[in-house]
C-alpha cells in the first residue's frame, strides 16, 4: 500500500510503503479489545450483603440473590443495580450522628402530645429491603420515604397519648404501636421495605425546670417500682418457708393427737382391766391401788407386810397382778407397812410413824 506526502505546489510527491498485514493487526488488534470490554462488562460480583437487579434494555427482568461472580449480557445490552439487601440499615429520626458526634434535628424530634404538651422524642428505625424491584421502582427516593412515614407514625401515636404516660411507663407500648402503623405503610405503598424494629432513645420534655420536674417524677416511680419488687421478692422467699413451717406444725399436732390418743387408748384398756379384777375382789384391790400410792407419793420408802403374827407376807405389785388374776386365789392377811405416812384402816406403813393393820394377797 502508498501512501503520498506532497508539498503545496504539488511538485514534491513521497510514497511511503505501509508494512504487509497492517489493517489485518488493526482489524485484530480491534476484535481483541472489543472481546476485552465485552468480557468485562458481561461479568459482575455480588457480595454477601447484596442483591442484584437485572436490567434488560433498561427493564427490570430479574434478581440475583445469591453472592459471587456472575455472568449477564455485555452493555448495553444488560445492566446490573446493586443494593444491600442482606444489612440491616437505621434510620435516626429526631438527631443525626455524625462522625461521633450528636446532633438535633428540632423539627423532627419536637411534638405534641394528646394533652397538648410538647415532648422530645428521638427514634431509631432499624430496616432492610425485602423486595428489590419494589425497592428500586416502586418509590421514587425509598429512604426519604421512609424517614416521611416514620416521623408521621411517631406523631401520631404520640399525639394521642398523654404527656405523663409518654415520659414514664409508655415508651414500650408506644414503640409497638409505631411499628404496627409504619409496617402498615410499607405494605400499603409495597415499599419492599422490611421494618426491624423501633426503638426510642428518649422522650422527655424540652428542656428547662419543666424536664427536671418530671424527671424527679420519673425517678420517683422508679424507686416505688424497685421497692415493690424488693418486697415481692421478700413474699415469694419468706411464703414458703412459712407455708413449710405451718406444714411441719400441723403435722407435729397431727402426731401428737395420735400419741394422744394412744395414751388414753391405753390408760382405758388399763382402768377395765383394773375394773374387772376390782369387781371380782374390792377389798383386795382397794389395797393394792392404796400401796401403789404410797409408792409413788413416797419413792424412797420400803413397803413391808406382814401379817398378824409378825411374817411378811409377799407383795406383788398391781401390774404384775393384772398380768396374773387369771391364774392366783386371792386371800386377807394383816400386815404393817414403813414410810413416812400412815396407812388406811386395811393396812398400816412402818417408818417415821406407825400405821393399822394391812391386806395382801398371795400368788
Known amino acids: 500500500m502508498e501512501v503520498y506526502q506532497g508539498g503545496l505546489d504539488g511538485r514534491t510527491r513521497k510514497t511511503v510503503e505501509l508494512p504487509p498485514g497492517f489493517w489485518k493487526k488493526v482489524a485484530i488488534g480491534a476484535v481483541v479489545v472489543l472481546v476485552l470490554i465485552i468480557g468485562y462488562t458481561s461479568f459482575y460480583t455480588v457480595e454477601e450483603q447484596e442483591q442484584a437487579a437485572i436490567l434488560t434494555f433498561g427493564k427490570y427482568t430479574a434478581t440475583q440473590e445469591e453472592p459471587g461472580l456472575h455472568f449477564k449480557l455485555p452493555y448495553p445490552i444488560q445492566q446490573v443495580v446493586k443494593v444491600p439487601a442482606n444489612l440491616t440499615q437505621k434510620l435516626q429520626i429526631g438527631y443525626r450522628e455524625e462522625s461521633g458526634q450528636i446532633r438535633k434535628v428540632e423539627e423532627e424530634a419536637l411534638m405534641i402530645t394528646g394533652d397538648e404538651n410538647i415532648v422530645h422524642a428521638d427514634a431509631v428505625v432499624e430496616w432492610k429491603i425485602s423486595d428489590v424491584r419494589a425497592y428500586l421502582y416502586n418509590i421514587e427516593d425509598p429512604e426519604r420515604f421512609l424517614r416521611n412515614a416514620a416521623s408521621s407514625a411517631i406523631r401520631s401515636v404520640i399525639g394521642s397519648t398523654k404527656l ?14 409505631v411499628k404496627q402503623k409504619l409496617e402498615e405503610l410499607m405494605r400499603q405503598y409495597d415499599t419492599g421495605i422490611f421494618i426491624s424494629d423501633v426503638k426510642f432513645q428518649d422522650i422527655e420534655p424540652p ?7 418530671f424527671k424527679e417524677v420519673t425517678n420517683a416511680r422508679e424507686e416505688k417500682n424497685t421497692k ?42 388399763k382402768f377395765n382391766a383394773i375394773y374387772a379384777e376390782y369387781v371380782k375382789n374390792p377389798s383386795v384391790t382397794k389395797e393394792r391401788l392404796v400401796l401403789e400410792t404410797l409408792e409413788r407419793i413416797l419413792p424412797n ?13 409377799q407383795y406383788l405389785p398391781l401390774d404384775q397382778l393384772l398380768n396374773r388374776s387369771g391364774s392366783g386365789k386371792s386371800g386377807g392377811s394383816s400386815g404393817s407397812a414403813s414410810g ?24
Open 164 to 177: 405523663d404516660y409518654a415520659i414514664t411507663d409508655g415508651k414500650t407500648v408506644i414503640q409497638t404501636e
Open 207 to 213: 428542656e428547662g425546670e419543666v424536664q427536671q420536674a
Open 228 to 269: 415493690i419488687n424488693q418486697a415481692q421478692r421478700y413474699v415469694n422467699d419468706r411464703l414458703p418457708k412459712a407455708r413449710g413451717e405451718a406444714q411441719a406444725l400441723i403435722e407435729s399436732a397431727e402426731a401428737e393427737k395420735r400419741s394422744r390418743i394412744l395414751n388414753a387408748e391405753g390408760d382405758v384398756a
Open 301 to 313: 420408802a420400803k413397803i413391808i407386810i406382814t401379817d398378824g403374827s409378825g411374817n411378811t407376807v
Open 340 to 363: 413416812s405416812s400412815s396407812g388406811s384402816s386395811s393396812g398400816a406403813a412402818s417408818g417415821t410413824t406407825s400405821g393399822a393393820t394391812g391386806g395382801g394377797t398371795e400368788q
